[in-house]
């Protein structure tokens, strides 16, 4: 189960609105107890491919994120990113790119502009299998 604020799942979706027609991209950092992570900070990054299809974390603002979470006292829990005009489940290449089989790949869907939809998932090879994502 991993846990996310209300407040950080707004941020995420005002930061994917601005981004748009581009995927809006961001890290994920907190604790972790036994099979629960708990999200404590949501960073919101730059999408340097700028694409609708695709993104790339800027790596500056990657390390500053991971020296933040260092100085917080926090472990990275994953990444998110969005899907403009596509439902919130992990395509091809998202699969081909999760590196990290112990991450948490958080997808926001804009889809419906007035219904985002976010989910999460843990991705390993080409198998990907819902998480359970709370928001409290």
Not at 2 to 30: F, Q, R, S
Not at 48 to 70: C, G, I, T, W, Y
Not at 74 to 102: C, F, I, M, Q
Not at 105 to 134: A, C, W
Request: negative net charge.
């Amino acid at each position: 189960m991993i846990t996310l604020k209300l407040t950080d799942y707004k941020k995420m979706i005002e930061h994917a609105e601005k981004w748009l027609p581009a995927e809006a991209c961001g890290l994920l950092a907190g604790r972790v107890d036994g099979e629960n992570k708990t999200v404590e900070k949501v960073y919101l990054l730059t999408n340097v491919d700028n694409s609708r299809e695709h993104f790339s974390m800027d790596p500056r603002e990657q390390l500053q994120a991971v020296k933040d979470m260092r100085a917080e006292g926090l472990v990275p829990l994953g990444n998110w990113h969005s899907h403009p005009e596509t439902p919130s489940r992990p395509s091809d290449e998202d699969k081909r790119l999760a590196y990290d089989s112990s991450a948490s790949y958080m997808i926001l869907s804009l889809m419906y502009r007035d219904r985002p939809v976010l989910n999460s998932f843990h991705i390993e090879g080409t198998q990907s299998t819902k998480e359970e994502l709370i928001i409290v």
